[in-house]
């Protein structure tokens, strides 16, 4: 596996397995990876020839309050587990390689990055479609693999790449769970073992809301009230925020429809967790 630190040698790179008539996937990361991750990486090693997982931490995503500079940094167990799923390259850059100095262009998806996570991270949706258009643009893949845990991410550079035409499917794959329920997150590892078991309630008010859903309830109001009635049992947990959105948009609904996106985030602890579901 060939590691990979500059635009120009990742953009070489995926230029000469294009020559060789390869399909080109990228799996986008922050590193801190875990299985939710492999499993991205296999899904594009079994659609694609050749395959890159990039490995930055992203500072224009963090806010000033955020975790930036005591965000996990394995890079090389990141390395290992990209290799041993099938990886054909990692590209891990310098800030200064995608960050120039005096750089002064960014891109903004408007109205949706300011919705959900956006809401409550000011500024991270604007960090986030600028770094994946500067990947996507440096590794011109036909194909980038993202994780349906962060699914207002997704909506976001689904937008973003329809707008712009960039020449690059968006692949969603499903979420990764621990045998007990928690969505799996690089920032599960901040938690105490008492705050582990806490964070359980995100998933049982998705588990709710799930089974709601499939015995014919569709409006948001009850959907919401299941979900609260599961966070009442963890009064530590500190919810965020309790949504039932058009995936598309990211606005709220009044009433479930297919592909209808429920969406749960609260802090526990010091840490905010994410978790979703798609609705039948």
């Not at 045998?179 to 105490?192: E, F, V």
């Not at 602890?269 to 979703?276: A, F, M, S």
Request: glycine content about 6%; proline content about 6%; aromatic content about 6%.
């Amino acid at each position: 596996m060939e590691v990979i630190h500059t635009v120009s040698e990742l953009r070489r790179w995926s230029r000469e397995a294009r020559k060789g008539g390869s399909v080109i996937g990228l799996v986008p990361t922050m590193g801190a990876l875990h299985p939710g991750h492999a499993s991205l990486i296999r899904a594009a090693t079994a659609n694609c020839g050749r395959v890159a997982v990039s490995i930055f931490v992203n500072p224009t995503q963090f806010g000033p309050n955020e975790d930036y500079a005591r965000y996990p940094r394995t890079f090389e167990a990141d390395c290992a587990l990209a290799q041993a799923e099938g990886a054909d390259a990692v590209f891990a850059p310098p800030v200064e390689e995608l960050y120039p100095a005096g750089a002064a262009t960014f891109v903004e998806v408007e109205g949706l990055s300011n919705r959900l996570d956006g809401a409550s991270r000011p500024g991270h949706f604007r960090g986030v479609a600028t770094v994946v258009a500067k990947l996507l643009i440096a590794a011109e893949p036909d194909r980038a693999f993202f994780g349906q845990k962060d699914a207002a991410q997704v909506a976001v550079l689904r937008r973003m790449v329809a707008d712009l035409r960039l020449p690059v499917e968006i692949v969603v794959c499903p979420i990764v769970r621990e045998p007990d329920g928690l969505a799996l997150s690089s920032r599960n590892r901040y938690l105490s073992p008492a705050e582990r078991v806490q964070a359980l309630v995100l998933s049982r008010a998705i588990r709710q809301a799930e089974a709601l859903a499939a015995a014919g309830e569709r409006r948001m109001s009850k959907l919401k009230e299941a979900a609260r009635e599961s966070f009442a049992a963890a009064p530590a947990v500190r919810e965020d925020y309790i949504e039932l959105v058009d995936w598309a948009t990211l606005l709220p609904v009044e009433t479930a429809a297919p592909g209808t996106l429920f969406a749960v985030a609260a802090w526990v602890g010091q840490t905010r967790l994410i978790d979703n579901t798609i609705l039948p």
